[in-house]
């Protein structure tokens, strides 16, 4: 890259998200704390993402690590044009050997503005750097979902199959597990357990609850918020604000 790039006035942007209001979202954060930026491109997959690299030339990128067509590790690492790279996901394991080998940041969903915030700060620190090279990229293969589990059901240990469960939800120090035929509870925290599970099928709607997609019976809005009730409960349970984007395209 030549030295121009030092004089970089308005830097050109790529942004590559498959859900369009978090697409939306992102754009208006990173032009809210990044004015200059000038956004080129966004996109809904990697195709269309590995296309405007190639047209658009863009000094950077922000790209969704799963995405229809082709992921986002596969955009950076084929891309034809070197720009800065900050990916977007949902699991640490898929973007951190990213980092390690020279993207600027990953960020994880639901997105945080104090995080954002300092990826911005990031990129305009390597904005006068040459972008790294990520055509070697191979990251290691997340840890496999968990399966199984033992839940303390009174005095007995159950062991229950997490396809099972219909919903993780915090208790005090405990995290009680429900499943159609029992209660059940764990010392694993919430937030622990986002991470063992497999992100297609458990998704974590607040702070204190997990559900399974498949379990879900309906979904109904009111007054821009967004609750569930799972199958066979009558209870409505409420859906974080910063867990909603899951629910977009059903």
């Not at 690590?65 to 790279?85: E, K, Q």
Request: hydrophobic share 45%.
């Amino acid at each position: 890259m030549s030295a121009s790039v030092h004089a970089i006035v308005r830097p050109r942007i790529l942004i590559a998200e498959d859900e369009a209001i978090l697409r939306q979202e992102l754009q208006t954060a990173l032009l809210s704390l990044w004015p200059e930026l000038d956004v080129v491109a966004a996109v809904d997959d990697g195709v269309r993402a590995a296309q405007a690299i190639a047209d658009l030339r863009p000094d950077l990128a922000f790209l969704d690590v799963r995405m229809p067509g082709l992921s986002g590790i596969d955009v950076a690492r084929l891309a034809r044009h070197p720009c800065h790279i900050v990916f977007l996901t949902a699991h640490n394991d898929y973007a951190v050997d990213a980092f390690d080998q020279g993207a600027v940041d990953y960020l994880l969903k639901p997105l945080d503005m104090g995080r954002l915030a300092l990826a911005v700060q990031r990129l305009k620190q390597r904005l006068s750097q040459q972008p790294a090279d990520l055509s070697a990229l191979q990251l290691r293969q997340p840890e496999a979902a968990l399966r199984w589990i033992q839940a303390s059901v009174g005095n007995q240990i159950r062991f229950i199959n997490v396809s099972d469960v219909l919903c993780f939800r915090a208790d005090s120090k405990y995290t009680k597990v429900l499943t159609t035929r029992l209660e059940a509870y764990i010392r694993t925290t919430i937030k622990d357990l986002a991470a063992q599970l497999d992100g297609d099928k458990f998704w974590q709607i607040s702070r204190s609850n997990i559900v399974n997609v498949a379990a879900i019976d309906a979904v109904q809005r009111s007054d821009g918020g967004l609750a569930l009730r799972l199958q066979g409960s009558d209870e409505w349970v409420a859906v974080s604000q910063n867990y909603q984007y899951q629910f977009r395209q059903m």
